[in-house]
């Protein structure tokens, strides 16, 4: 059973930092490319990063470019989302997806119909 379970969220001040865990298990973590997405009451799923299997390729939204980055630890079948500089409008329960690996680009990636395993999520809010 593919379990994908996502952990670091909580309250922190505008300007702070935060990191969000996803372990994963049930699946072979090395073959997955993984997302980040986050999503607030009344909106749509929205994409946040994502990482390639190796950790070779990343890609983000704009909104983020700068402030967070996307890694991975194959041999603890985590993905990880450091968030810096971060802003009210980040709050939002954040999600971490899993998808076959496939040699995308960030179109792909960003859309959440193409991952095939989600996580529970973790809220983040952040206070102005």
């Known amino acids: 059973q593919v379990q994908l379970v996502e952990s670091g969220g909580g309250l922190v001040q505008a300007g702070g930092s935060l990191r969000l865990s996803c372990a994963a298990s049930?699946?072979?973590?090395?073959?997955?490319?993984m997302g980040w997405f986050r999503q607030v009451p009344g909106k749509e799923r929205e994409f946040v990063a994502a990482?390639?299997?190796?950790?070779?390729?990343?890609f983000y939204v704009d909104s983020v470019k700068g402030r967070f980055t996307i890694s991975r630890d194959n041999t603890k079948n985590t993905v990880y989302l450091q968030m810096s500089s971060l802003k009210p409008e980040d709050t939002a329960v954040y999600y971490c997806?899993?998808?076959?690996?496939?040699?995308?680009?960030?179109?792909?990636?960003?859309?959440?119909?193409?991952?095939?395993?989600w996580g529970q999520g973790t809220q983040v809010t952040v206070s102005s």
């Open positions: 049930g699946l072979p973590f090395s073959s997955y490319d």
């Open positions: 990482i390639t299997w190796s950790g070779s390729s990343t």
């Open positions: 997806a899993a998808e076959f690996k496939g040699d995308r680009g960030k179109n792909y990636y960003a859309d959440t119909r193409n991952y095939y395993y």
